[in-house]
């Protein structure tokens, strides 16, 4: 990671201890606009799959992230938004039970984070780091960050409306090559926005290849209010959902983790993870009550913060404003999603690579022996499961990915005796 900005460096923005002490800079604003731009392309995805209104997402995401800013004191620079966890249960909560009752499970997903919360502010937070030593979060951030790989390459990579896969890996070529030269080669206030570059530049490629479909922005309304569903009670589908969120509340953690080690600030203990988890959890269930998916924490967009050192929290509050604005601007919104798919799958191959290089790091820094016994089960049981596919059903509920990997380490470095320590 030496390669990429110092954060010494005069343009870079440090870490804001609250939002009260913030100056508006109109840097802080286009890096905010950057950071929505990576978190959009899997942000429209996740309702477009589950059949929701992707305007209504954008507009849940930005005030699920400015609800968590609030709840956290402005303290953590992370943006929230659609959750693919929740996307195979989505779909078939609401083929069984209709979108209202769905709702209603969401709703009530957010209370698991809100009784994690609860004992943990209880109990302190001493006990997440007994239950969550890095050698389990440190392969769970890197589960996180393989398991999205696939992802990034057959975005990278696959044909698609009016492309080959070789015109495909061409943009993307394009948008990583010029997100990197401009990560490392750039000085002043360009090394902040690389990604915002690169997808500039592969926008303009894509334009040129006669990629990019103007079909959507001519057809859709200059002003539009999302369509937002309430909720109605049905126990079923809560009963369904409930488990559901077990998963992302413990990468809701290693994510928290992993930005902290990027910033280098303990949000553990400040603002704590009883808030972080409180302010997920709310943002979650506001945005069940409003029809749009459940929130979650963005590892791309951690991944965008370690690549360009924007640490103040604060450009995520602009990331947020202005995906509640465009989620009223039918043109707007419509433009964002006439970005073909290479681009974003070129960006999406540093960025998930970044988080797989934060999870090592957070390892190194604690300085875990991973050739030690335990350790190599803990470690090697995490990355098989997690990136293998691993699944566990039972009736309608099911335990796989990152949610099956995290449990897994949990139960092996709670059970599992401790080896001995290398002598000094």
């Known amino acids: ?22 100056q508006f800079r109109f840097q802080d604003f286009l890096i905010g606009a950057q950071m929505l731009f990576v978190a959009f392309g899997a942000l429209v995805l996740v309702p477009i799959l589950a059949g929701l209104d992707p305007n209504v997402a954008l507009f849940t995401s930005g005030l699920g992230t400015l609800c968590f800013q609030l709840v956290t004191g ?18 078939f909560s609401v083929d069984k039970y209709g979108l209202p009752a769905t709702l209603s499970g969401l709703a009530t997903a957010g209370v698991v984070y809100l009784v994690l919360s609860l004992i943990i502010f209880w109990r302190g937070s001493e006990i997440v780091m007994r239950i969550l030593p890095a050698i389990v979060t440190g392969p769970v951030i890197m589960v ?4 999205l790989a696939p992802t990034a390459v057959s975005m990278a990579s696959e044909a698609g409306q009016g492309y080959s896969a070789a015109m ?24 902040l926005i ?18 990019v479909n103007f079909t959507n922005v001519a057809q859709a309304p200059w002003l ?29 953690i290693g994510d928290v983790l992993a930005i902290g080690s990027v910033t280098q600030n303990n949000y553990l203990r400040d603002p704590g993870i009883h808030r972080t988890l409180l302010g997920d959890g709310i943002a979650t269930s506001l945005a069940a009550f409003l029809g749009g998916p459940p929130n979650t924490t963005y590892s791309e967009v951690t991944g965008a913060v370690a690549l360009t050192r924007a640490f103040n929290p604060a450009i995520m509050t602009w990331s947020a404003i202005i995906a509640i604005l465009l989620s009223f601007f039918g043109k707007l ?5 006439t970005i073909p798919v290479p681009v974003m799958g070129g960006i999406l191959i540093i960025l998930f690579g970044t988080i797989v290089v934060i999870g090592i790091d957070s390892m190194i820094q604690a300085g875990a022996d991973l050739l030690q016994p335990r350790n190599l089960v803990i470690v090697g049981s995490i990355l098989i499961l997690g990136v293998g596919g691993m699944s566990i059903k039972a009736g309608e509920f099911a335990l796989e990915g990152i949610g099956l990997s995290s449990i897994v380490g949990v139960l092996f470095n709670l059970l599992l005796p401790q080896g001995e320590k290398k002598p000094n």
Do not use: C
């Open 1 to 22: 990671m030496n390669n990429f900005p110092d954060s010494s460096s005069e343009v870079t923005v440090q870490d804001a201890s609250s939002l009260t002490s913030y």
């Open 74 to 91: 402005g303290k953590v620079p992370v943006y929230l938004a659609s959750s693919f966890a929740f996307l195979a249960p989505i779909t």
């Open 144 to 147: 996180i960050g393989l398991s």
């Open 168 to 191: 495909a890996i061409g943009v993307a070529t394009v948008s990583l090559l010029t997100t990197i030269l401009t990560a490392i080669l750039t000085r002043g206030f360009l090394r």
């Open 194 to 211: 690389p990604i915002l570059i690169g997808i500039v530049s592969g926008y303009l490629v894509s334009l040129i290849l006669g990629l």
């Open 224 to 252: 539009a209010i999302p369509s937002f569903t309430t909720p109605s009670f049905h126990l079923p589908a809560i009963l369904f959902i409930l488990p559901v969120a077990i998963a992302p509340a413990i990468e809701h």
């Open 333 to 337: 919104g419509a433009i964002l999603q």
